[in-house]
């Protein structure tokens, strides 16, 4: 149908790539569209980039070009999930933090109460570490400190595409576990009792 419809354009980008095409364009057309949807994107990519240099990024493990969400270790088995507006890097990013309550419960609070220092003109990254209040340590340093990202039941990290978000809530353990290996194990103890769609029971690791 060219050159009524443009070519199609495959790119790896976190927004779509649209093409306003007219039949006597050429290729040169898209390829100026392309360099702008780039610049568009550069300070997206920038704010991704220093995360990704700075930090441990636990998910995705190799993260494209068009991937908006990090996960960020920040130690004691804690993590964040960061989900960036590729169209707006500078605003706060939806946060989800993965781990013991213990842990988790002052991050949120910190993040609700210091919300408002947010600031468009620093980066994502030092906005995050001022509103945490924390340093997120590089992989170096959480490897040699008792950073455990391994299933605590398959001693895998991912299984089935699944990666441990479920912690122990003891404060002295905090060990990662699957979903579907803490259930399967939980359910063949006989002192597990369940409530609804949620399991209770002894952490394979301390008995807690
Ligand atoms: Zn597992
Ligand atoms: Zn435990």
Known sequence: QYPTEPPDCLVDFPVQFAISWMPQNSLIDIYNQFLAALESLKEFWDAMDEIDG?????EPENPTRSATARRIAIGNNVSVN??????HPNMLPECYFLG???VVN???IKLNNNMHLWDPEISLLQNLKDLLEIDFPSRAVLEKSDFAKDCGICYAYRLAG???DQVCDDPRCGQPFHQACLYEWLQGLPSS????NVIFGECPYCNK
Request: proline residues 12%.
């Open 54 to 58: 700075k930090t441990w990024v636990l």
């Open 100 to 102: 013991a309550d213990h």
């Open 162 to 164: 699944a990666t441990p």
């Open 106 to 108: 002052p991050l949120r």
């Open 82 to 87: 960061i989900e960036v507006d590729p169209q």
């Open 193 to 196: 009792r369940q409530s609804f």
